[in-house]
């Protein structure tokens, strides 16, 4: 009895941390789509999303010339900036910030304009809808968000 009783603990020990790891992805995954869905009815419209692009282009534009160059970029915290030093995972949200950056500067001017950067976002939404299961036309929600490549992309370097 007492054997089996420290196994169940032992298993109950293993589990927990996967369980919080799990939930606190759950919850940063919320708070971005949230930075998204203004209205926080669930669902990301074209007008949201293009507010949230013209908005953090223009803090990340810092001098006002209508660029922003990987470092603009990397320095931009996306709500994420503190969960990322809390989890020690700084240096791989920078990494995968790069990553992204270099994706949608499909140029290669080493800066993107307003229109790279929507274009960037919005077809890494397009991916995501076209990679459902059963895509759903014009519902941006969650489940959706979650296969955006960018998104997936931060996740997996906070994890
Ligand atoms: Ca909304
Ligand atoms: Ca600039």
New binding site residues.
């Given amino acids: 009895m007492l054997k089996l009783r420290a196994a169940a603990l032992m298993l109950l020990c293993l589990a927990v941390p996967d369980a919080r790891a799990q939930s606190d992805a759950e919850h940063t995954l919320d708070a971005v789509f949230h930075l998204f ?9 074209d007008a ?1 999303a293009n507010r949230y692009i013209d908005k953090t282009f223009k803090e990340m534009d810092g001098n006002g010339d209508g660029k922003i160059t990987a470092a603009d970029f990397r320095n931009f915290s996306f709500g994420l900036a503190d969960v990322a030093a809390a989890e020690g995972k700084s240096d791989s949200y920078e990494k995968a910030k790069d990553a992204i950056f270099k994706r949608w500067d499909k140029r290669g001017a080493g800066a993107l304009t307003l229109d790279d950067y929507r274009a960037g976002v919005l077809a890494d939404a397009a991916a995501a809808q076209r990679g459902g299961a059963r895509p759903q036309q014009g519902r941006f929600d969650i489940r959706t968000f979650k296969r955006a490549p960018f998104i997936k992309e931060i996740m997996k370097s906070l994890r």
Wanted: hydrophobic letters at 20%; charged letters at 50%.
């Fill in positions: 869905d203004e209205d926080n009815d669930g669902v990301i419209t949201e």
